[in-house]
């Protein structure tokens, strides 16, 4: 069993796996996760890896679902990690483009842009624009509750949020 783990794992980190060809999305799912998780990866190397899914995916047509938008996520997240969080933002609001158009499909997971609202704030607190961190918690917090999803992000951001508001004198 753990033989054919490895197996899996070694064709899954290939290289040349997925190219030629459009992969099932529950596989490209779990390949995107493998590269996320690779802990000794180069983020350079990480990055390109998203990349190539990336044009992966826009070539076999699934462009409008919760696979790819939780690539773009990725991406931001791998830009995030080199500092360029520019980068990181524009990849972040395309996976919420890509959420919030098309949140009545089932190939959707709704609950994935509540993570993409805590990671812009993220970005957008990286480079100190404050009023559009504030916009993404809000948003955030504000599907969150209409949801009925908690996470640690969202308490975390429901109490900054809160302060945010103390400290400008809106009780």
Do not use: W
Not at 46 to 66: E, H, M, P, R, V
Not at 96 to 102: R, V, Y
Request: glycine share 4%.
């Amino acid at each position: 069993n753990n033989f054919m783990k490895l197996i899996l794992i070694f064709i899954l980190l290939s290289g040349n796996f997925l190219f030629g060809q459009c992969p099932e999305r529950k596989l490209l799912n779990e390949r995107i996760v493998v590269v996320n998780k690779s802990l000794n990866e180069d983020p350079y190397k990480k990055l390109k890896d998203l990349l190539a899914f990336d044009n992966i995916i826009k070539n076999c047509g699934y462009t409008n679902d919760s696979t790819h938008a939780f690539l773009l996520q990725r991406i931001g997240a791998a830009y995030h990690n080199l500092d360029d969080y520019k980068n990181a933002i524009t990849y972040t609001q395309q996976a919420i483009s890509i959420i919030s158009k098309n949140f009545n499909k089932p190939s959707i997971d709704y609950t994935a842009i509540i993570k993409d609202y805590y990671n812009l704030s993220v970005y957008y607190d990286s480079l100190d624009m404050q009023f559009e961190r504030n916009k993404a918690v809000d948003s955030c917090v504000t599907i969150a509750l209409k949801l009925k999803f908690t996470s640690g992000e969202t308490i975390y951001l429901l109490s900054v949020r809160v302060k945010t508001l103390f400290n400008i004198g809106e009780y």
